[in-house]
């Protein structure tokens, strides 16, 4: 019997516009207009915060796609409209518009995820909570979809059995004061629940941690050996991993994700990146 191979990990950071990685990750040849194809040359995947704000017109994902090599994917995150506006309520053909635009991504769309606001809690809000996802759940068994909870009431083992019985993703955020439920999701995957794949944010502090994004300033060596373990054995177990690194983290996420690779190097699968003959086209910007 042929053996599977291990799922592949997928590394990158927060966004790829930060002004402030010019001469530090982003050569000063390159323009603006040319850092994503320049990014997508470093890294296979990103995650979209503008998403938050709007969902990405026609034009912007024609323009995503067509910029970047095949492989690469997008992780957007639900608009704040559906999640902190509406909060989970009448708001049906907005989320729908919003899965019709992950689904024009094609192969392009990563995980996408649903973020709830910090005092969006079990005990005030769990009803439209529940309906809400039980509704999304058969709406959308075509694309990834991930739940970030940030309240304490919902940062716990039921709800993430809740969620993963959905079919969803629990998000595994390294924060500062949030809950680490790493091991509550792998008893999930333990007991045959989720989708296949993991999603993970290191977010560090972002109130009072590394200021600014240019250098690696704050050096988090056990975090990111205990999290390459982690990684490792949520491969072990046939998940597919996609994580996100954010300048807070340790001042400066593009060296954050290359530590982290380097440390993975060997444990797991990495997707050969970049694809043959990138290099070249981006000497031609």
Known sequence: MQELAQPLVHLGTSS???????????????????????????????????????????????????SVPAGFTYALKFPRAITHDRRLVDCTDLTRTFLDALRALGPAAGPAFLQLPPDFTRRGNGRDLAGYLDWLAPEAPDLRLAVEARSADLLTAGFARFVAERNFALVLVDRMATADLYATWVECVDAGLGPDFSLIRWIGDDRSGPQGDRELQAPRNNDLERWAQRIAELTQRGRTVFGYMHNPYEGHSPASAR?????LDGRVRLPDWPPAGMAGQLSLF
């Open 16 to 66: 790829w516009l930060f002004d402030g990685w010019r001469s530090t990750f982003y050569p000063d040849w390159v323009p603006k207009n040319q850092y994503l194809p320049f990014y997508a040359s470093h890294f296979d995947t990103v995650e979209v915060n503008t998403s938050f704000y709007a969902i990405p017109s026609p034009s912007v994902l024609v323009n995503w796609v067509e």
């Open 259 to 263: 530590r982290l690779r380097t440390l």
